[in-house]
T-cell receptor
Framework: KNQVEQSPQSLIILEGKNCTLQCNYTVSPFSNLRWYKQDTGRGPVSLTI?????NTKSNGRYTATLDADTKQSSLHITASQLSDSASYIC??????????????FGKGTKLSVIP | DARVTQTPRDKVTEMGQEVTMRCQPI?????VFWYRQTMMQGLELLAY????????DSGMPKDRFSAEMPDATLATLKIQPSEPRDSAVYFCASGFLLGTPNEKLFFGSGTQLSVL
């Protein structure tokens, strides 16, 4: 069964500090991996998307890494801001051929940035 | 900015009542998804459409849930009769070029459903 596990479940950091969120997946064969940011009361918003051949991708202060061999990804947030407080969801898409498109979602890491 | 629009934003209803949630996908997107999000399960796929044709609704309880796309600008998710265990946030998402490096996938703000 395809699964995505995220850690930690929740995290509290001081404003200005860096943090790293982890994602392990068992999806195979693998097409791409995304990180989403979900603010309270809002829908998820895409931060990065990586195919299996990519190792790293950045979006401003967000940098995602991917190791397809160990089936692990991380999201690194640099110089955190109060607005980074949100849930971060790792989403993996298996390769399922034409006509089918399934995403497997992690349960997210809830990040709180405090002053 | 183009966005996925969901209505209503919040819905409180009593057990047994019919609930209809609506979604206006982004113009030009050919794929529409319905997801349900709870604290325990996270995001779960209920159904999705491509070019208005239903491709997968295996995540939906068939006896009470139905999803339709009467035209390219409207997708609906209906629950009849509703039950307390249906309480969750329901998200609609639309996208195109899915599975490619240029894919676009956007979520609406969700409908918070509470069934009493």
């Amino acid at each position: 069964k395809n699964q995505v596990e995220q850690s930690p479940q929740s995290l509290i950091i001081l404003e200005g500090k860096n943090c790293t969120l982890q994602c392990n997946y068992t999806v195979s064969p693998f097409s791409n991996l995304r990180w989403y940011k979900q603010d309270t009361g809002r829908g998820p918003v895409s931060l990065t998307i990586m195919t299996f051949s990519e190792n790293t991708k950045s979006n401003g202060r967000y940098t995602a890494t991917l190791d397809a061999d160990t089936k692990q990804s991380s999201l690194h947030i640099t110089a955190s801001q109060l607005s980074d407080s949100a849930s971060y969801i790792c989403v993996v898409s298996p390769y399922s051929g034409a006509g089918s498109y399934q995403l497997t979602f992690g349960k997210g890491t809830k990040l709180s940035v405090i002053p | 900015d183009a966005r996925v629009t969901q209505t209503p934003r919040d819905k409180v209803t009593e057990m047994g009542q019919e609930v209809t949630m609506r979604c206006q996908p982004i113009l030009g997107h050919n794929t529409v998804f319905w997801y349900r999000q709870t604290m325990m399960q996270g995001l779960e796929l209920l159904a999705y459409f491509r070019n208005r044709a239903p491709l997968d609704d295996s995540g939906m309880p068939k006896d009470r849930f139905s999803a339709e796309m009467p035209d390219a600008t409207l997708a609906t998710l209906k629950i009849q009769p509703s039950e307390p265990r249906d309480s969750a946030v329901y998200f609609c998402a639309s996208g195109f070029l899915l599975g490619t490096p240029n894919e676009k996938l956007f979520f609406g703000s969700g409908t918070q459903l509470s069934v009493l």
